[in-house]
């Protein structure tokens, strides 16, 4: 019965905000002129990250709003694909999940998040000058995370299966809430977008699964040492596979952390991150297991 009422009020939510638009158009989120992206980002010159799938620009648009604006490069010619991504990603409501207020498809595309006061979780991480994040924070992060991808798993229909979670797709607001910034569909790339069929579909404890969980494990290596896991984390995996004593966790722990952190808490999130990492071929463990023995309703380690 919940489950016919989820997608009852799913079916309600979409037809309202739907049923005024032509073939192609999106009414859930606000649309942005190319010229307003383009002042509100000072011609394009507030870079704050550049990779293969674009551009993001911090942005202040003229009524004194701040976003964060990313250029989307995946769909090529392709534009029902883009309107059909920016519905999607218009729809997700989790407080763990940057909300998309805004897009433009002029001749380049853009996708507009919302605002969060302290940037990403990586530069965080490497400011010198920011107050180093406490335990209780670092965990807090960890839970966030955890929760939007339970969401994710089972919420979202259709399922949004590109997610990438690393500290520079983890953005942090005023209170330090986990918010992730890079989720998509698995299928949109090159030209073509194909809507998977459930949100229980075996794909996302599939491979797509693994990798997801692979890539949480290495978040709670990077929160617990500072160190940067960008490049696979492969210096962290093999430390954290041969450790077997306190000393070796001393060595490894964050520095900023100092003594003020919980030694029982530390060994379950290692476990937990050990257990995440230990193989991507074989499906260990899944999303809502990891999310319930964050929040200490199960042990699996």
């Not at 990250?49 to 392709?78: C, M, P, T, W």
């Not at 991480?125 to 798993?153: C, F, K, S």
């Not at 299928?187 to 949480?216: A, K, M, W, Y």
Request: glycine share 6%; proline share 3%.
């Amino acid at each position: 019965m919940d489950s016919v009422i989820l997608k009852l009020r799913l079916f309600l939510f979409a037809w309202f905000h739907l049923r005024r638009s032509r073939p192609g158009a999106v009414s859930i989120v606000r649309h942005f002129s190319y010229n307003d992206i383009k002042r509100a980002t000072d011609g394009f010159h507030r870079i704050v990250e550049n990779s293969f799938h674009g551009v993001a620009y911090k942005a202040k648009f003229r009524d004194g709003q701040f976003a964060l604006v990313k250029e989307i490069r995946d769909f090529g010619e392709e534009k029902d694909a883009f309107y059909k991504e920016v519905e999607l990603l218009g729809r997700l409501h989790h407080r763990h999940i940057v909300s998309l207020c805004g897009f433009s498809a002029g001749h380049k595309r853009f996708l507009v998040f919302e605002n969060t006061d302290n940037g990403s979780l990586k530069d965080y991480l490497n400011d010198p000058l920011r107050t180093p994040l406490d335990w209780r924070t670092r965990q807090q992060i960890i839970n966030g995370v955890a929760a939007a991808l339970e969401y994710m798993h089972f919420f979202c229909d259709p399922p949004m299966y590109h997610v990438s979670v690393s500290s520079s797709t983890i953005m942090l607001d005023e209170n330090f809430n986990a918010k992730l910034c890079s989720i998509g569909l698995l299928s949109s790339h090159g030209n073509n977008i194909t809507l998977p069929n459930s949100s229980h579909s075996r794909e996302f404890d599939g491979q797509v699964g693994r990798n997801i969980i692979f890539q949480l494990g290495l978040l709670i290596l990077e929160l617990i040492t500072g160190q940067s896991s960008e490049k696979g984390g492969a210096d962290l995996i093999q430390w954290l596979q041969e450790f077997n004593s306190s000393s070796s966790i001393h060595q490894m722990l964050d520095p900023d952390l100092g003594d003020n952190y919980d030694s029982r808490e530390l060994k379950v999130l290692l476990s937990v991150a050990k257990l995440c990492t230990k193989s991507t071929n074989k499906p260990t463990l899944f999303v809502p297991q990891v999310y319930r023995c964050l929040q200490k309703k199960v042990c699996i380690v």
